[in-house]
């Protein structure tokens, strides 16, 4: 199985800053990785799919870039609502579609 | 509202049976493939089964041979039957649609709505 490794696994940060979460696959998964936004008691929300395409309705301060093994989630200007668990998810050939470990992003 | 209401969940003996069902509504259910995906308390997202169009089914090597999924398209439901439980498959369980997008030639794979998610809990 395809295993996904996010780094770092919690992170502290404040309003405005730039934050950066990577996710490194254990072989090449081409652009086959997705990005979910979870916020404590509630369900996973796509954010990034394909590696770099912003869901609909998402705010444009989320970007995901990558390929191959290394994938990169970019919050451009941190906001007070996008404090959460970020999870990396890769989607190549068949399953298991396995899910990163998750990254959680803290207020500073 | 596109919407995924997940239902079923409880509390169980191990070693017992349940079965999770989740309701789709305002999408055509019969064209897209579903998942169940779950969460420990505290811990992160685990998929564990999938189901397409045709029926085709997939689990991961944690549940193979004990949960099965299954869905009646008549009904816009999606089902979950969970035999021989261990405390291990204490969660909560989303269901989600997955759906595909095409660039170039190649068709990439997400889960695009979830449910809220029903809590099962394995336990003497």
């Known amino acids: 199985d395809i295993q996904t490794t996010q780094s770092p696994s919690s992170l502290s940060a404040s309003v405005g800053d730039r934050v950066t979460i990577t996710c490194r696959a254990s072989?090449?998964?081409?652009?086959?990785l997705n990005w979910y936004q979870q916020k404590p008691g509630k369900a996973p929300n796509l954010l990034i799919y394909?590696?770099?395409s912003l869901q609909s309705g998402v705010p444009p301060r989320f970007s995901g870039s990558g390929s191959g093994t290394d994938f990169t989630l970019t919050i451009s200007s941190l906001q007070p609502e996008d404090f959460a668990t970020y999870y990396c998810?890769?989607?190549?050939?068949?399953?298991?579609?396995?899910f990163g470990q998750g990254t959680k992003v803290e207020i500073k | 509202e596109v919407q995924l209401v997940e239902s079923g969940g409880g509390l169980v003996q191990p070693g017992g049976s349940l079965r999770l069902s989740c309701a789709a509504s305002?999408?055509?259910?019969?064209?897209?493939?579903m998942h169940w995906v779950r969460q420990a308390t505290g811990k992160g997202l685990e998929w564990v089964s999938g189901?397409?169009?045709?029926?085709?089914?997939y689990y991961p090597g944690s549940v193979k041979g004990r949960f099965t999924i299954s869905r009646e398209n008549a009904k816009n439901s999606l089902f979950l039957q969970m035999n021989s439980l261990r405390a291990g498959d204490t969660a909560v369980y989303y269901c989600?649609?997955?759906?595909?997008?095409?660039?170039?030639?190649?068709?990439?794979?997400?889960?695009?709505?979830w449910g809220k998610g029903t809590t099962v809990t394995v336990s003497s």
């Open positions: 189901i397409g169009t045709a029926g085709d089914t």
């Open positions: 394909a590696a770099s």
């Open positions: 989600a649609r997955g759906d595909t997008m095409v660039r170039g030639r190649y068709y990439y794979y997400y889960m695009d709505v």
């Open positions: 072989q090449s998964i081409r652009s086959y």
């Open positions: 305002e999408f055509t259910f019969s064209s897209y493939d």
């Open positions: 998810q890769q989607t190549y050939s068949t399953p298991p579609w396995t």
